[in-house]
């Protein structure tokens, strides 16, 4: 599985490896650069708050030496792109 952070135009782009699948609440994957230089867990979790209604956590833990100075470079990018994956994902499921 490939993923990747930045802009759509000077994404990043590395290969994922799933570390976490418990379906139907917990899925996870995790990505790095060579040498450990930058790591990322991307995860999903999903509570019941009651019979109608669920919670979605959704998030990135980054590590590694270049953690820091990356993650500037892509924040605000990366939280567009959780905002707008979490209310296309909200608009299907009420939907359905």
């Known amino acids: 599985m490939q993923a990747s952070i930045g802009p759509p135009e000077k994404a ?3 290969d994922v490896t799933i570390v976490e699948l418990n379906r ?27 019979s109608m209604q669920t919670k979605l956590i959704h998030g990135e833990k980054f590590s590694g030496l270049l953690s820091w100075f ?3 470079q892509i924040k605000a990018e990366t939280t567009r792109g959780f905002q707008k994956m979490n209310e296309a994902l909200k608009k299907e499921i009420e939907i359905a």
Do not use: D, V
């Open 70 to 72: 990356i993650f500037q």
């Open 12 to 14: 990043w782009k590395f």
């Open 24 to 50: 139907p609440t917990t899925f996870a994957w995790k990505g790095s650069l060579p040498l450990g230089l930058f790591k990322g867990q991307h995860y999903f979790k999903l509570e019941a708050l009651n």
